[in-house]
C-alpha cells in the first residue's frame, strides 16, 4: 500500500498545477460569457480530438469498464467499447447538423426550447442536468475509493481536494481552462495507460499467464459469445448512447471547434481512440478476474468488483507503480469533471436569461459559478455514500436512453412537435423502469401499477434497449400523425436571441 502523506501529496501537487495552468492560460481573455460558455471556433483539429479523448476518459475508464469486465466477460468488454465509439461517430455527422441550423448557439437545452417549446425544454434540462451531476458524483466516488484502497486515504479527503481545485480553475477560466488542461491530459494518460496495461500483462506471465488465470477462475468469461455478456454488453451500448446524446459536454466541443470540418474530424478520431480504450480497460476486469481477489457478487459485503483494476495492480506491483496508478486515475478523473463542471454551467447560464430581465455579461458568469459551486458540493456529498460507480450511472443512463432520439429527430423533422417528443420520451422512460432492476422495491410499491410489471432484468437490455427502441418508435409515429411543419431558419435565432435579451417563447 502505498504511504498516505505521499498519495496526498501528489494528489495536491497534481490539482495545483492544473488549477495554476488552467487560471494561467485565460488570465487575459476577453470576460464576455459566450466565450466562458463556448470559446467559439477556438480549437483546430488537434486539440479537438485531445478534448475529446480527456473528457469521455475519466477514471470510471478504471473503475465501471473493468468491473463490467470482472462480472460479464469479453462480450462486455467489447460492448463498453462499441457503445463509447457509437456516440462519437453519430456527433461527427450530428455536430456540423448542429452548427448549420444553430450557429450561434450554446447548449442542447437552448436548442431544445427553440425547438420544442417549454414542456420538452423542461423535461431535457432535468434529464441532462441529472446526468452530468450522477457522472461527477461517479468520477469522485470513482477516485476517492481508489485512493482509499491504495493508500488508506480517506475517501472526503479526496474528493473535496479534487473537487475543489477543479472548482477553482473551472470558475475562473470557463470553457478554455478546461481545453487547455484537456490537451495536457490527453497527451499524459495515453502512455501512462499503456504502461500500466503493458506492466499488467507482463507482471501475471503474458497473455498466457492471463487466458490460464481466467480459465481457471471463471472460462465464461473468454466466451465472446456468451449470452449473459453479450446482453449486458448491447444493454450497455444502448445505455452509453442514449447518455452521450444528453451530455452538454459535446454540444459545447461543437462550438468550440473550428469550423465543421475540425467537428467531423475530432470526433472521428475519438469514434477509434475511445472505443478502444475503454476495450482494453474493460479487459483488464476479465484479467483481474483470473489473478483472484475479485468478489463480482454484487449482494455480497465483500464486492469490489467496481476497484477490480485497482485490486490487479496492488497485487501485481508494488508501491512506486501504485504510485503511477494514482497519477494517471487523477488526471482521468480531473479531465472528465472540469469538462462537466463547464457543460453544466453552460447548460444553466445560457437560459437564465429567460428567468431574470435582461442580465448583464457579469450577472450571468455569477450564476455559471454559484450553479457550479452547488453541483460541486452536492456531488462530494452523494460521492461519499455511493457504493458501485457502474450502477449509480444506469439510472441518468436510462434517462438519457428515454429522451435520446426524439431529441435529436427534432434536427431533422420538420413534423415532429414538442408534444410528440416529450411524449415519446416519456414511453420510453416507463418501459425502462418496468424492467429496470435497481428501484425495483419502489417501483413494485406503486398501487395498481406493481403488480402488472414484468420481471425486472438483471442484464439491463429489456430496459436500456427498450427505452430507446421504444421511444424511437414513438418519434417515428409522433412525426408521422403530425401536420405541423417547423421552419428550421428558426433555430439560427435561438442563441443571439436567448444572450441578448432572454427570447421569446417558441411555439410548436
Known amino acids: 500500500m502505498v504511504d498516505s502523506t505521499l498519495a496526498l501529496g501528489l494528489t495536491v501537487l497534481t490539482m495545483v498545477s492544473f488549477a495554476a495552468l488552467g487560471i494561467w492560460y485565460t488570465r487575459r481573455d476577453d470576460g464576455s460569457t459566450d466565450d466562458f460558455l463556448t470559446a467559439r471556433n477556438s480549437m483546430g483539429p488537434g486539440r479537438t480530438t485531445a478534448t475529446l479523448v480527456a473528457s469521455s476518459m475519466g477514471v470510471w475508464i478504471l473503475l465501471s469498464a473493468p468491473e463490467a469486465g470482472a462480472g460479464f466477460g469479453i462480450a462486455a468488454a467489447i460492448g463498453y467499447g462499441i457503445g463509447t465509439a457509437v456516440p462519437m461517430f453519430v456527433y461527427s455527422k450530428l455536430g456540423p447538423r448542429v452548427r448549420d441550423l444553430l450557429p450561434e448557439g450554446h447548449s442542447l437545452t437552448e436548442y431544445a426550447h427553440a425547438r420544442y417549446g417549454s414542456a420538452m425544454y423542461g423535461f431535457v434540462v432535468l434529464v441532462s442536468a441529472l446526468y452530468m451531476f450522477v457522472f461527477v458524483a461517479a468520477e469522485l466516488t470513482g477516485i476517492a475509493a481508489a ?3 491504495v493508500a488508506g486515504v480517506p475517501q472526503w479527503q479526496t474528493a473535496v481536494l479534487v473537487g475543489g481545485f477543479v472548482l477553482l480553475y473551472t470558475g475562473y477560466g470557463g470553457l478554455r481552462a478546461t481545453i487547455v488542461t484537456d490537451t495536457v491530459q490527453a497527451i499524459l ?30 472460462p465464461a468469461l473468454l466466451d465472446p459469445t456468451n449470452a449473459a455478456g453479450l ?12 447518455a452521450e446524446m444528453i451530455n452538454q459536454t459535446w454540444w459545447q466541443r461543437v462550438y468550440a471547434s473550428r469550423d465543421s470540418q475540425t467537428v467531423a474530424s475530432g470526433f472521428r478520431n475519438a469514434t477509434v481512440v475511445n472505443g478502444a480504450i475503454v476495450a482494453v480497460a474493460a479487459l483488464l476486469g476479465v484479467v483481474a478476474v483470473g489473478q483472484g481477489g475479485v468478489v463480482t457478487d454484487v449482494t455480497s459485503g465483500a464486492y ?8 490487479l495492480v496492488e497485487s501485481a506491483f508494488g508501491e512506486p507503480i501504485l504510485l503511477g496508478v494514482v497519477l494517471l486515475a487523477l488526471l482521468l478523473v480531473v479531465s472528465s469533471v472540469d469538462s462537466l463542471f463547464s457543460a453544466l454551467a453552460s447548460l444553466v447560464t445560457a437560459d437564465l436569461p429567460r428567468l431574470l430581465a435582461d442580465p448583464d455579461d457579469r450577472t450571468l458568469r455569477l450564476g455559471a459559478r454559484l450553479l457550479t459551486l452547488v453541483v460541486a458540493v452536492a456531488a462530494i456529498y452523494v460521492s461519499l455514500r455511493a457504493r ?6 444506469f439510472f441518468a443512463d436510462l434517462l438519457g436512453a428515454a429522451v435520446a432520439v426524439p431529441l435529436v429527430a427534432g434536427l431533422y423533422s420538420r413534423r415532429l412537435t414538442g408534444r410528440g417528443a416529450l411524449a415519446s420520451s416519456l414511453a420510453g422512460l416507463a418501459v425502462g423502469l418496468a424492467f429496470f432492476p435497481d428501484f425495483r422495491g ?3 410499491a406503486v398501487p395498481l401499477v406493481g ?3 414484468p ?8 430496459a436500456f434497449g427498450g427505452a430507446v427502441i421504444v421511444s424511437t418508435a414513438a418519434t417515428l409515429v409522433a412525426a408521422r400523425l403530425s401536420s405541423a411543419t417547423f421552419e428550421f431558419d428558426r433555430l439560427a435565432e435561438a442563441g443571439s436571441v436567448t444572450m441578448a435579451d432572454g427570447g421569446e417563447e417558441q411555439p410548436e
Open 231 to 242: 446482453q449486458f454488453g448491447l444493454a450497455l451500448a444502448f445505455a452509453i448512447f442514449g
Open 455 to 462: 420481471a425486472a432484468d438483471p442484464l439491463y437490455l429489456s
Open 451 to 453: 403488480d402488472l410489471l
Open 147 to 149: 485512493l482509499s484502497l
Open 442 to 444: 419502489v417501483i413494485t
Open 304 to 311: 469490489n468488483a467496481d476497484v477490480a483494476f485497482f485490486v
Open 388 to 393: 458501485s460507480v457502474l450502477r449509480l450511472f
Open 189 to 218: 494518460v495515453g502512455p501512462l495507460l499503456a504502461i500500466v496495461v503493458g506492466g499488467v500483462v507482463i507482471a501475471v506471465g503474458g497473455p498466457t499467464g492471463v487466458v490460464s488465470g481466467v480459465t481457471a477462475a471463471d
